[in-house]
């Protein structure tokens, strides 16, 4: 507990002593309602004042206000003891309920200990403390056992085991050598190793999850804008409705007005509003909360009520549903020998970062003498052309061969194939395979189990290859031979044919997806560890690339769902239950207290199994 919360839990205690004294204490009566206001206001004197601050700025109908009216009505009418018992249940309820925020707050603060207090920068031999703010990007930086990484950066130094559980929930550590990449939150656990920054704080890996968490609570949920809402109207509604219930039975019926104001005071002690107010927004921050310890994030309550909603998941197969690791596993000349057709696709594929360029080159395994080249040009989706030595040289698909009008053929093994043409005349093909990956076939299996209806898989592959992975995986319908802008164009058309109330869903590894996560009703982006452009485009992000993350998250989602269903449906089914009961006289104030108090303890208590899905990953 906070302190606030144990000077909450101090009052308490002091007045269950107090009361109890005076219940069973031989005080005389005319000197009860002085001791029971004493201890009303130890236990109420933050409610009281709390209403005198909302009547004064017009925020005439909250729950303070309620409680108060309700308490002080009691005392007016006699009932000093049921006073002061309302309040002291109606603390215990509010301590509890802020309880169960902090700990909720705390599975999403503990992604805040991740921001690095310092960084150390060598100067004159010796390590220097400064602010990570304050180092620049090619600065050296020296990271000791135990230290979290404080900035992005390479190894220049050094070999070390690296702890990468804040970002990704994975236990083992991985280990770091020269050249490899670090990112900051991550902590630094065997050897001292130097670090070359590559880029400044604001811009880190730490400082863009940061403040991706930050801002996840301000995203909520329809479900939770509509609580807000249903607050707004029910709380006037059921003070109107205590006063109609004060005024007219009595006038009516010509009976005692004490009866009928005591059964108003009850209706308004059940009426509170609590356990709806405070389990709702709960259940979807534990949700998040407990994504985060399994270093899934989410970026606000929104986007799991629309992940629980899902019927179609659409993946980018290359990175996502593959490896991205692409490797020849055949070359077919035409007209001249392997090795020609080999060096001509290196040199024409050597300024292309694609994976299937730096394939290639990796298979030709010689330097490339670029001054043969004279002209390159990168045709997007399609390859490149490029002038070599005086010839004019095609590496790339079937739409490039087209456009370059040059009679191609295609190959029966399955793989990608990279058709290259010389001065108009078709040299060959070169096949690159890129291998599945283990889980995937898994991973669709779950989700169809879930209840995802259609898996649809989006690729620049040419058909045949598509069609070959698809069969691997029991993917539901494949787009192939799509050039950047078509997976957009593929995306809407999904889109167009979702029914009501349904969401698509897609999947990327956060590279060259953005355009599309940011289309989808929701994006995840996955092992993207580092990837601005995935952090900021998608709306929720895998910080690893563990596919089995993926039904994980919807699973999250869905009993994040079902829970805060579970929560609307008991609190509104057991509070109109007690006010009908109380309006009539058969519910008292014992029962009103539960009706409140009672029920907002239960529904917090359900919230909180949102925050324990994170151990629930074996499903």
Known sequence: MNKSQKLMLLRIVITILLFISVIFGSIPENDQIFIFLGIYFIIGWDVLLNSLRNI?????????????????????????????????????????????VEKSRQSISDMMNICPEYANVEENGLLKKVNPDDVGIDDVIVIKPGEKIPLDGVVLEGNSLIDTMALTGESVPSAVTEKDKVLSGCINLSQVIKVRVTKPYEDSTVAKILELVEEASEKKAKTEKFITKFAHYYTPAVVISAVLLALVPPLILQQSFIKWIQRALIFLVISCPCALVISVPLGFFGGIGGASKAGILIKGGNYLEALSKAKTVVFDKTGTLTKGVFEVIAIHPEKIDEKTLLE?????????????????????????????????????GCGM????????????????????????HNCNLSGTIVHIAIDDCYAGHIIISDEVKKDSETMINRLKKQGIQQVVMLTGDGNETARVVAGKLNVDKVFSQLLPNHKVSCMEELLSQKGKNETVVFVGDGINDAPVLSRADV??????????AAIEAADIVLMDDSLMKIPLVFKIAKKTMHIVKQNIFFALGIKFAVLIL??????????????????????????????????????
């Open 344 to 380: 001509f696709a290196a040199l024409a594929e050597g300024y292309s970062n694609h994976p299937i360029a730096i394939s290639i080159r990796k298979f030709y395994g010689k330097d490339l003498s670029y001054d043969r080249m004279e002209e390159v040009e990168e045709i997007a």
């Open 582 to 619: 109380g309006a009539v006289g058969i519910a008292g104030m014992q029962l009103a207290v539960f009706a409140d108090v009672g029920v907002a303890i239960l529904a917090i208590l359900n919230s909180f199994r949102t925050m324990r899905m994170d151990m629930e990953n074996k499903m």
């Open 56 to 100: 004064l700025g017009k925020e005439l109908l909250d729950e303070n206000v309620l409680m108060t009216i309700a308490t002080l009505g009691a005392f007016l009418l006699g009932e000093y003891h049921e006073g002061v018992e309302v309040m002291l249940f109606y603390q215990i309820g509010e301590l509890f309920q802020s309880y169960a």
């Open 523 to 532: 994006g995840i982006a996955m092992g993207v560890m580092g990837s601005d």
């Open 385 to 408: 052309k490029a002038s070599i030595m005086g010839k004019t040289v095609y590496a790339g698909n079937e739409k490039l061969m087209e456009m370059a009008k040059v009679k191609y």
